[in-house]
């Protein structure tokens, strides 16, 4: 071969290899970061299914870090001390009861994202280090969960400006209410009740974006008043606190205050965003009748806190 072809050889498998290199696949354009594709609907997941994500076109982004029942053989379970691995009994289904029920009455489309894994495996509800412990076979997983979290929260700011968030669970506790956790303790509810420490318990709330974007909407009005989440869930039949008719946890009432997924959603990295964590009661949860109930009450609840 002559040495000119074999140059002009070279030159045009340099340039087919560059092509390749840069042009997008079918997975890179669906990308977390530049929202190629995305419509209300859509369904991206994971390659082993452990993790899916749904594109919506409300204001609402629903977190379900430990609903997943999926326990591979090949990860160890977590062992490390204070991991908790209880499932988090029926909050998948929940979900789709809340997503049928925004489409049945708004045609509309929440923003959600579930772990399909069990806890015992992954904590989508934890910091990297302690979501995993000692093997970090799942970081892929636990990235992938986490950074579709938060394009799901740019996206929704970007094109609908003031976005809830919620992370649902479910408790155990004997007391059958919803908890609802705002990054405040029972303390923390209580001066809220005395109107004591407002303008510092408010920054520390996981509404201080809310509030911050409403300044004429106080904390005591948003958490515990007429039209809170709360109180709108109260009256519907689904006991709440905090609430107007049950404002603070009483001593020695266990209650989950919120966790590491509320308190980055609700930061300052995401200024329009606000919400809380719901964990909720036996109750509401264990009959597809009562999930469905739930999920009707939570819409007609949401429509009016979100306007």
């Known amino acids: 071969m002559k040495r000119s072809s074999y140059t002009g050889l070279c030159c045009l498998l340099f340039l087919a290899i560059s092509c390749a290199k840069d042009a997008p696949s079918q ?21 082993e299914g452990w993790t899916e994500v749904v594109i919506g076109d409300y204001p609402l982004v629903l977190s379900v870090p430990h609903g997943g029942s999926i326990q591979p053989d090949h990860i160890p379970d977590r062992t490390c ?23 049945q009455k708004l045609n509309k489309t929440p923003f959600v994202v579930i772990s399909h894994l069990s806890r015992k495996k992954i904590d989508q509800n934890r910091t990297l280090d302690k979501a995993l412990c000692a093997d970090k076979t799942l970081e892929p997983t636990w990235r992938f969960y986490h950074d579709y979290l938060d394009s799901l929260l740019r996206y929704s700011s970007e094109n609908y400006g003031k976005t809830l968030f919620i992370d649902l669970h479910a408790h155990g506790h004997a007391k059958q209410r919803l908890e609802l956790g705002y990054n405040l303790t029972a303390t923390q509810l209580d001066y809220i009740t005395k109107g004591w420490d407002l303008p510092k318990i408010t920054e520390a709330s996981s509404y201080a974006n809310l509030l911050n974007m ?3 909407l106080g904390i005591q009005e948003a958490l515990i008043g007429d039209y809170a989440f709360g109180t709108l869930m109260q009256d519907k039949g689904f006991p709440s606190v905090p609430s107007k008719r049950d404002p603070i946890p ?40 009562r999930r469905m109930e739930f999920a009707k009450r939570l819409v007609e609840s949401i429509e009016i806190i979100n306007r």
């Open 214 to 216: 409403r300044p004429t």
């Open 250 to 289: 009483a001593a020695g009432d266990d209650y989950f205050t919120g966790g590491d997924n509320t308190r980055l959603a609700t930061s300052g990295k995401y200024p329009q965003v606000y919400g809380f964590q719901i964990e909720s009661n036996r109750d509401s949860r264990n009959t597809e009748e």
């Open 81 to 103: 001390s204070g991991s908790t691995t209880v499932l988090d009994t029926w909050t998948i289904e929940m979900v789709r009861a809340i997503q049928q029920e925004f489409k």
């Open 27 to 47: 997975e890179e354009g669906e990308s977390k970061s530049d929202f190629y594709g995305w419509a209300a609907g859509k369904v991206i997941k994971d390659a």
